[in-house]
């Protein structure tokens, strides 16, 4: 007999793969909070998979003493809306990275509410509205989060497509709109992944003079140019490293070698222009602190996006028909598609479905 919280409503369970520290995901099932008036509850179709949860379920970023759901590129339908959600039963919906922030503070009131104290991420994190309880993700059959979190979906995306938005698209489309990505700007993107790919598409959308993608992988050299680029350096080609020298503006990286040189990295960024970190270096950045000074250039970091430009985001995404390049598998084969993600196979996000869609 478990003990009663009354975080827990136990009339309902909700059952999803859940890891307890290893990528391989086992079914669980657990009591969601019972549905509060600004909540909203979602029957899930889809959830992307995103680094992230990866790093998380491995323990990366953390052991993981429990059972943990991960997932935070939710799609699916309105089940359930409490009186003040916004939202009503039978709308088409996605949730991000964050699901619940204080909407009082001065970075709530700023538009960076991904910054507030009492935000609560979507999974492996806590509630800090004081009425208790874990969040958990995406890769199960509901969810129930704040309604404030949860995004209509413009009626031009698939269900599949939208879901990579929410994580992987906020994340680089934020701080290119926060550092003026768009004509008369060169923007360079490392790493043409899940994220980078996104970043690309943004940046070409956003009309800027130059996209240019680089990486270490030539094969990426035309798929990049489908998505965009107008150029590509392979950052391994010194030559082309030397002829890109100080031309772009803002340089969004999303991924790194291991050894990544970050000084030839920001060689790249023009005078008084930045690059903009998303990935997060498992070890300290080592680099000399010359370019920052002679040439007045400057690192920054980011991280996902507020509410308010997932919905400014899901709109641009509409209407300049941007999309992610996805991958579905089913989400019952969830261990399968987690290893095809580890060995860096997709092209560029894999989504996983519930079967769910199919009832709406
Ligand atoms: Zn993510
Ligand atoms: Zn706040």
Redo the contacts with the bound molecule.
């Keep these: 007999m478990s003990t009663f919280k009354a975080c827990e409503d136990h009339s309902v369970t909700f059952n999803g793969w859940a890891s307890t520290g290893t990528a391989e995901l086992k079914q669980w099932g657990y009591h969601p909070r019972p549905l509060g008036p600004k909540d909203v509850e979602i029957e899930i179709s889809h959830c992307g998979i995103c680094g992230s949860d990866i790093h998380t379920m491995t323990g990366g970023w953390g052991a993981i003493k429990e059972e943990v759901i991960v997932g935070h590129e939710i799609v699916g339908k309105v089940v359930a809306a409490g009186a003040e959600s916004h939202h009503k039963v039978g709308d088409l919906v996605g949730a991000g990275a964050m699901v619940d ?5 001065k ?2 009131k700023a538009g960076f ?1 991904q910054l ?3 935000r609560a991420f979507t999974y492996n994190d806590l509630f800090k509205d004081g009425r208790g309880g874990k969040t958990y993700g995406g890769y199960a059959d509901r969810v129930r989060v704040n309604g404030e979190y949860v995004f209509t979906i413009p009626k031009n995306i698939s269900l599949a497509e939208a879901a990579p938005l929410l994580c992987a698209g906020v994340t680089t489309y934020s701080p290119l709109i926060q550092y003026g990505a768009g004509p008369g700007k060169s923007v360079g993107v490392i790493g043409i992944g899940g994220l980078g790919h996104m970043a690309i598409q943004w940046a070409a959308a956003l009309k800027c003079d130059e996209v240019v993608a680089i990486s270490t992988s030539d094969s990426k050299r035309e798929e990049s140019k489908k998505l965009g680029a107008t150029k590509f350096v392979n950052s391994k080609n010194e030559e082309e490293m030397k002829a890109a020298a100080q031309s772009m503006d803002i340089i969004i990286c999303t991924s790194f070698a291991k050894d990544a040189d970050w000084a030839a990295l920001l060689s790249l960024v023009a005078n008084n222009g930045k690059m903009v970190l998303l990935a997060l270096p498992e070890t300290p950045l080592s680099i000399g602190a010359g370019a920052f000074i002679q040439r007045q250039v400057s690192m920054v970091g980011s991280l996902i996006g507020g509410k308010k430009i997932v919905r400014e985001m899901l709109d641009f995404a509409s209407e300049h028909n941007v999309r992610p390049w996805i991958e579905t598998m089913p989400m019952s084969d969830c261990n399968a598609a987690i290893k095809h993600v580890q060995e860096g196979r997709p092209r560029y996000r894999v989504v996983m479905e519930t079967g769910a869609e199919s009832k709406f």
């Design positions: 922030a204080c909407g009082e503070c970075d709530c509410d507030c104290l009492n």
